[in-house]
C-alpha cells in the first residue's frame, strides 16, 4: 500500500512539472499564457458559413459590414498552446471555419479556456452551419435562410434570429431561444431543458431528458412539444382563437388555465378544441406533467 502511495505522489510531482505550472509566493499561475489568435476574409461574395469547433465555446455576432472576423482568446499552458488553431478560408460564395483546442491525451498538467467569437456582418446569409463537439454556443442577431446547428454537449443560447428553416440540436445541455422569428424550427435536446421565449414560426420541440417550456403572447403556429422525462408548459397571454391541442401523459398531470376549450378526445390521446381549431398543437410527456397556463 506505501509503495501505491508513493507511486501516485510521483506520478502527480511528473504531472505538474509535465505541465509547466509556477508557483511565486502566493501565486499559482500553471504557467498559463495569453491566447490570441486573429483570421479575417473579405465578405464581398460570401452567401454560406460553415463552422467546425471542436472544443471551445463559441459566439456567432454581428461585426463589421466588410469583413469576416474570427478571434480565438483566453488563456492556455503547456503543450495546449501550440495545439490551438484557427482556420477561415473562403471557398466560392462559403466562408470556412475550422478551430479546435482540444489537446487529446498529453502527460502533464494542460489548461485551455480559450473562447472563439465570429463577427458577420449584418445580411440575410443562405445559410449558416455549424458542427461544435463540446461547448457553449451563442448566437445573436443573425440572418439566414437555412440555420443549423448540431453540438456534442454545451448549452445553446439563441437571441434576435430570423430564419427561414432551423435545426437546432445540443446532445447534452439546456437550450435557450428568445426573440427570434423561424419560419419552422425543429429542436432536439438528449439531456437538457428547452426554452422558447417570443419565438414567431412552427417549433416541433423535443427533448429525452429535461423540461420544455415555450412562452408565447398568442398561440399563432403549430407546435409540437414532446419530453421523455420532464414537464411541458405552454404560456400564453389568452387562449387560442383557433387550435386543436392534443396532449398525452405517461405518469404526470394534465392543467389548464384557458378558457373556452372543449373536451374531446378516445383512450390514448385527449384533445381540447378552440374555435374551429385550425392550429395544430401536440404535447407530450412520458413522464412528466403538461401546463397550460396564462402569461
Not at 435545426?167 to 422569428?181: A, D, M, Q, V, Y
Request: glycine share 12%; charged share 25%; proline share 2%.
Amino acid at each position: 500500500m506505501r509503495n501505491l502511495v508513493v507511486f501516485a505522489l510521483i506520478l502527480l510531482l511528473a504531472g505538474l512539472v509535465g505541465g509547466g505550472f509556477t508557483f511565486a509566493g502566493s501565486d499559482l499561475s500553471f504557467g498559463l499564457k495569453e491566447v490570441d489568435i486573429r483570421k479575417e476574409i473579405p465578405a464581398v461574395g460570401i452567401a454560406r458559413l460553415k463552422v467546425e469547433s471542436g472544443s471551445m465555446d463559441v459566439a456567432l455576432v454581428k461585426g463589421k459590414a466588410d469583413v469576416i472576423e474570427a478571434a480565438a482568446t483566453g488563456k492556455a499552458n503547456g503543450k495546449a498552446l501550440k495545439k490551438i488553431r484557427v482556420e477561415l478560408v473562403k471557398e466560392g460564395d462559403t466562408a470556412i471555419l475550422k478551430s479546435d483546442a482540444d489537446t487529446g491525451f498529453t502527460m502533464g498538467l494542460n489548461i485551455v479556456n480559450v473562447n472563439l467569437e465570429i463577427s458577420l456582418p449584418e445580411r440575410q446569409y443562405d445559410s449558416i452551419i455549424v458542427d461544435s463537439g463540446s461547448g457553449d454556443i451563442n448566437f445573436e442577431g443573425l440572418k439566414a435562410s437555412v440555420l443549423e446547428l448540431d453540438n456534442g454537449s454545451g448549452n445553446v443560447e439563441i437571441s434576435e434570429v430570423e430564419a427561414d428553416g432551423a435545426k437546432i440540436k445540443t446532445s447534452s445541455g439546456n437550450l435557450s431561444i428568445e426573440e427570434s422569428r423561424m419560419n419552422e424550427l425543429e429542436t432536439t435536446v438528449g439531456s437538457g431543458n428547452i426554452r422558447l421565449t417570443d419565438v414567431e414560426g412552427a417549433i416541433r420541440a423535443k427533448t429525452s431528458s429535461g423540461n420544455i417550456r415555450v412562452e408565447l403572447d398568442a398561440l399563432m403556429h403549430p407546435l409540437e412539444a414532446r419530453s421523455g422525462s420532464g414537464n411541458v408548459t405552454i404560456q400564453t397571454k389568452k387562449a387560442p382563437e383557433s387550435a386543436a391541442v392534443s396532449y398525452s401523459t405517461g405518469s404526470g398531470t394534465f392543467r389548464i388555465d384557458w378558457g373556452g376549450g372543449e373536451k374531446k378526445g378516445d383512450a390514448d390521446t385527449d384533445t381540447i378544441v378552440f374555435g374551429n381549431g385550425e392550429i395544430p398543437v401536440r404535447l407530450s410527456a412520458g413522464s412528466g406533467n403538461i401546463s397550460l397556463k396564462q402569461r
